[in-house]
Structure formats: structure tokens, C-alpha cells
């Protein structure tokens, strides 16, 4: 394994659904990132790794998340595209950051891209924008358009890692379709989302971003709509990571994004199914209860529907987090060479969705798989900096 201090660029971490980052209170006692295991950042940072965690929309699509992490990552006010706003009906602009995440953001200090879960999704999305930008805003905006749908940025991103990203949607959503769990799930959730924005505790405790639909305000204004309207207009838009997470969904987004020749992606898959004695699926290795319940309910739905994606981590299913349909991908071992511009595919790793989070996991076996990450990324600057 390489040593963790030869790694010279930042690294910004990305949650995934219902996750939060740095800038919210509840990440100060419980960190998305390390969660029980405490602070992965503030463990990387005491051996000099420069690393932060974004906070986006939690239940956001992936180009909403991803405008919202361009703007973080610049230091500029969020513009989610006038093509893509006047489609979904909402706001074109957000709220706007003072400050970048870090100083000197260029192509002598790029950023390695983390995301847990959706944030893979969401970090893939804005690699291909950084590169290829978006057609479709260049010509409605024309000059007034964001520097995001421009391109030609690709030169600030060193890597993409997703762990445990639904890359082709998730069986779990399907799952829950069919047993018809979708509308009262999105009812509780958006409900609990637009209470929770007209308290004290938003921006405070939790921050949902949802400004864009008026579900909160844009901090420092006052613009958010009534709670009935809020709800409503979420509950109708596809602009939703409900939306994204399906399987047509992420189709729809496949069909799009290119992957960048220049970048490296890395998928970390997990999986806590194995056969008993009988041979039967059955879901071990899983330290969060809730999981096995899901895990169970993936696995009853992919015999009914005689899907092969038997193997899962209780939320995604290892086919799925390995890489995008029909993009071009290599399976590593620990001393494959890695491959910009493709998939570096990691071995399926035991262990539940959240165990890579550190969620109910090992302290000592969380830690480790971090150095590996970092050990992992650090080959890729070999290439790009000087001694």
C-alpha cells in the first residue's frame, strides 16, 4: 500500500440520500462520513490530507446536486441552467457561497470527487459537465450562461470514486415500487422536509437546499411558498432523486453523461448476500438492522421478478455500483494498473450499505479502507505532478 501522505490534492466527499455535510449541525455529532466510527475528514486531516464535505440536497436530483456542488466547489451563487428550470418549473438560481470550499481550485490543484451511495451519481454527473457542459443551456441561456454548461473544466477534476452508487438505478427502488411504497414514502419524506425547512433547526441542524422549489428560503431571503404548494410541487416533479434512483431513471441520465478521458473512476461495490446450506440467497454481513429488513425485501422481489441482481449491500445491488451500463470498465486487483477514462471496478467488498460510511462498523476496518482509497488516488498524481 502507497503512503497516504504522498497524496497532494483535496479530496471533497459527497453523501449520498437523506446524508448531510460539514456545514450542518448534525454532522457534529454524528458525521455522515465515519458515522459511529467518528470523523473519516478529521481522520485524514491529522495525516495531512486536505479533505472537506459538501453538503447538497438531500433529496435533490443529480443536476441539482451536482449545480449545488459546482457552486461550492467555485465560491459562486448556484445556477441550476434556465433550460433545466424552465422544464421542471422551479427557480433558476440558489443560494450563493462566499467562499469556495478551498482556495486555488485549477489545474495544478485539482480535486478528487468521493460520493457515498447517490453522491457517486451525483459526482459523475458534474465530471461530465466540467468537460462536456450542456448543449441545451448554451443555447437558451447564450451569453448568460453558467461556466458549469460551458466545459472545458475538466482539467479540475484528478478523480471520481463512487462506493456503493446506484450507477444504473437501484432493485430497492423497484422493490419498493412493486410492493407499492413509493407515494406514501415521498409523502412522509417531502412532508417532513417542508416542516422541517419553517423551524429553527434548517441551516442549523439539517439543510434540505429545496429552495429552488420554495420549499425553504434562500438564506437571507424570504421566498419560500406556502407548505400545501411546496409539497405539491415536489410530490408532481421528476426533478427528484426519486426520479434519478429508478431504473429508467438512471437510464435516462446513462444516455447522456460520457465519461472524461482524462479522469479517473473508481467504483467500490459491497455486497451482504450469500447462500446458506441450502443454496437460498440470504442476507449476512449487516450491521445496520434496518438493512436487513430491506436486504430481505430486494432479494424476495428479484425471485418473484427472476432478476439475476441477487447480490446487494441492503440498498444498491453490486451490478449496479460496479459501473454504468455499457461504459467501458476494468475489474482490479491489488496490482492492476489503473486506467483513466474508464472504470476501475474494486472487489466486491462484504459488509451493508452503510458499512463503508463506518455506520455500526469497526473502527480499525473503516480507517483501513480510507487509506486504501487514499492510497489508490494518490497513483493517480503520479502521472500529473512534478517531484
Known amino acids: 500500500m502507497l503512503d497516504c501522505a504522498k497524496i497532494k490534492y483535496p479530496v471533497v ?63 459562486t451563487r448556484v445556477d441550476y441552467g434556465e433550460a433545466h428550470s424552465r422544464k421542471y418549473g422551479h427557480k433558476r438560481y440558489g443560494r450563493t457561497y462566499e467562499k469556495p470550499l478551498f482556495e486555488n481550485l485549477s489545474s495544478y490543484k485539482k480535486v478528487h470527487l468521493v460520493g457515498h451511495s447517490f453522491g457517486g ?46 450507477l444504473n438505478g437501484t432493485n430497492a427502488y423497484e422493490t419498493a415500487r412493486r410492493y407499492k411504497l413509493i407515494a406514501p414514502m415521498k409523502f412522509l419524506c417531502y412532508n417532513y422536509a417542508a416542516a422541517l425547512s419553517r423551524t429553527r433547526l434548517h441551516g442549523r441542524l439539517v439543510d434540505f437546499h429545496l429552495e429552488q422549489f420554495g420549499v425553504n428560503d434562500i438564506p437571507g431571503e424570504d421566498d419560500k411558498k406556502d407548505f400545501v404548494n411546496a409539497v405539491k410541487t415536489l410530490f408532481a416533479n421528476k426533478d427528484s432523486i426519486e426520479h434519478d434512483m429508478s431504473e429508467k431513471g438512471a437510464a435516462e441520465i446513462n444516455r447522456i453523461i460520457k465519461n472524461v478521458p482524462e479522469i479517473y473512476y473508481f467504483s467500490y461495490p459491497y455486497n451482504c448476500v450469500e447462500s446458506n446450506s441450502t443454496g437460498k440467497s440470504v442476507s449476512r454481513n449487516v450491521n445496520f438492522p434496518l438493512l436487513k429488513f430491506t436486504c430481505a425485501l430486494m432479494l424476495c422481489n428479484a425471485r418473484k421478478t427472476a432478476n439475476s441482481a441477487l447480490k446487494n449491500d441492503g440498498l444498491v445491488d453490486v451490478a449496479s455500483a460496479e459501473h454504468p451500463a455499457n461504459e467501458p ?59
Open 329 to 387: 470498465f476494468t475489474r482490479l486487483g491489488q496490482t492492476d494498473d489503473i486506467v483513466p477514462g474508464l472504470w476501475n471496478v474494486m472487489p466486491v467488498r462484504r459488509g451493508d450499505h452503510g458499512t463503508p460510511i463506518g455506520l455500526f462498523s469497526p473502527r480499525d476496518a473503516t480507517h483501513s479502507f480510507y487509506d486504501e482509497i487514499i492510497s489508490v488516488l494518490s497513483c493517480t498524481e503520479k502521472s500529473v505532478l512534478p517531484d
Open 13 to 75: 466527499f459527497v453523501h449520498g440520500m437523506f446524508g448531510w455535510g460539514d456545514n450542518e449541525g448534525i454532522n457534529n455529532r454524528l458525521p455522515y462520513w465515519g458515522a459511529t466510527t467518528g470523523s473519516i475528514s478529521q481522520y485524514l486531516s491529522d495525516k495531512g490530507i486536505q479533505c472537506f464535505c459538501a453538503s447538497v440536497g438531500p433529496l435533490s436530483s443529480a443536476w441539482d446536486q451536482a449545480c449545488e456542488l459546482y457552486a461550492q466547489l467555485k465560491g
Open 121 to 166: 451519481n451525483t459526482i459523475r454527473l458534474l465530471a461530465h459537465l466540467l468537460k462536456y457542459g450542456s448543449p441545451e443551456e448554451r443555447q437558451v441561456s447564450e451569453k448568460n450562461v453558467s461556466p458549469l454548461f460551458i466545459g472545458g473544466q475538466e482539467n479540475l477534476v484528478c478523480s471520481v470514486t463512487a462506493i456503493c452508487s446506484p
